[in-house]
Nanobody, 126 residues
Framework: QLQLVESGGGSVQPGGSLRLSCAAS????????IAWYRQAPGKEREEVSC????????IYLESVKDRFTISRDRGGSTVTLQMNGLKAEDTGVYYC???????????????????WGQGTRVTVAS
């Protein structure tokens, strides 16, 4: 069972930047399609971005396009989400999770047995 740990959250002012990391202990993430999700207070969890496991194909939520960039380090230890131009509506707890695939238009489903981590909190406020 793949267990992922999120880090890098914090509090920033609107327009600021944060870099989130998703890591797995003792496992390379190179072969896994990974997605970032977020859950704002009082709202459902939503998909933010995902990256393919073999071709690094990336998909973004429309509202974060041109501001967020998902990538993986070549060593395969982490998948990062670089967030620039942060807005108040980006506030929430961010989670990463394995997905089955990433195609040209969307992120695939999450395995039914997936375990969610604690997430990392992002607060954007002036």
């Amino acid at each position: 069972q793949l267990q992922l740990v999120e880090s890098g959250g914090g509090s920033v002012q609107p327009g600021g930047s944060l870099r989130l990391s998703c890591a797995a202990s003792s496992v390379s993430l190179n072969d896994y399609a990974i997605a970032w999700y977020r859950q704002a207070p009082g709202k459902e969890r939503e998909e933010v971005s995902c990256i393919g496991g073999y071709d690094d194909n990336a998909i973004y939520l429309e509202s974060v396009k041109d501001r967020f960039t998902i990538s993986r380090d070549r060593g395969g230890s982490t998948v990062t989400l670089q967030m620039n131009g942060l807005k108040a509506e980006d506030t929430g707890v961010y989670y990463c999770q394995r997905v089955y695939y990433v195609d040209d238009t969307h992120c695939g489903p999450i395995p039914a047995t997936a375990i969610w981590g604690q997430g990392t909190r992002v607060t954007v406020a002036s």
